[in-house]
């Protein structure tokens, strides 16, 4: 089960371009790559998936080198309401698979 | 999308107590799991929740603590039993698109326990 390592926190200006940086050396073949977002009080919410190259959606984009031994989460023009934890995960699509919640990134956008 | 809804949304439980966590959904879905958070931490996976079969628990957590039900393919509970202050957490109930964990989830609100 690959194990993921993140920023423990990251702090940004409202308007700005945020990269989060997310490391998985030993992920393998069958493993992807997901990001979830962790607002207080509520439960986490599913932002975007990929396995190589770029994904984007309409909430953010998803950078995955040939490697894929790590990936970079970016928030185009962060608001106040994009201030939450962000959790990497790899995951492997089988009927046995697990999954670590590591221990996130906690992201603070200023005015 | 699915919506999730939990019951109840936080509590105060005296040791040795237990207290039923509810989960409802608004579709049928095949995978549900429930998780503990304790606050300002991460994730844990408890259990997930099959219907009309046992539960399967993850390494860690047993049966007689987190009994869990499944009786149909909307509604679920985690009964968190004979507790202690150590179970002061965050419950939540997650429901899947897929066939196991891997796929993406969709988490209720979760249920703020504390045992005093």
């Known amino acids: 089960l690959a194990k993921t390592t993140q920023p423990i926190s990251m702090d940004s200006y409202e308007g700005q371009e945020v990269n989060i940086t997310c490391s998985h050396n030993?992920?393998?073949?069958?493993?992807?790559i997901t990001w979830y977002q962790q607002f207080p009080s509520q439960g986490p919410r599913f932002i975007i998936q990929?396995?190589?190259t770029k994904v984007t959606n309409e909430v953010a984009s998803l950078f995955i080198p040939a490697d894929r031994k790590s990936s970079t989460l970016s928030l185009p023009r962060v608001s106040l309401s994009d201030t939450a934890v962000y959790y990497c995960?790899?995951?492997?699509?089988?009927?046995?698979?697990?999954?670590?919640f590591g221990s996130g990134t906690r992201l603070s956008i200023r005015p | 999308s699915a919506v999730i809804s939990q019951k109840p949304s936080r509590d105060i439980c005296q040791r040795g107590t237990s207290l039923t966590i509810q989960c409802q959904v608004d579709s049928q879905v095949t995978m549900m799991f429930w998780y503990r958070q304790q606050p300002g931490q991460s994730l844990t996976l408890i259990a997930t929740?099959?219907?009309?079969?046992?539960?399967?628990?993850e390494s860690g957590f047993v049966i007689d603590k987190f009994p869990i039900s499944r009786p149909n393919l909307t509604f679920s509970t985690l009964t968190v039993s004979n507790m202690s202050p150590e179970d002061s957490s965050i419950y939540l109930c997650?429901?899947?698109?897929?066939?196991?964990?891997?796929?993406?989830?969709?988490f209720g609100p979760g249920t703020r326990l504390t045992v005093t």
């Open positions: 929740a099959n219907q009309g079969s046992e539960a399967t628990y």
């Open positions: 995960l790899v995951v492997v699509y089988s009927s046995a698979s697990k999954i670590i």
């Open positions: 997650s429901v899947g698109t897929g066939l196991s964990v891997g796929y993406e989830q969709y």
């Open positions: 030993n992920i393998a073949t069958n493993d992807y």
């Open positions: 990929g396995y190589k």
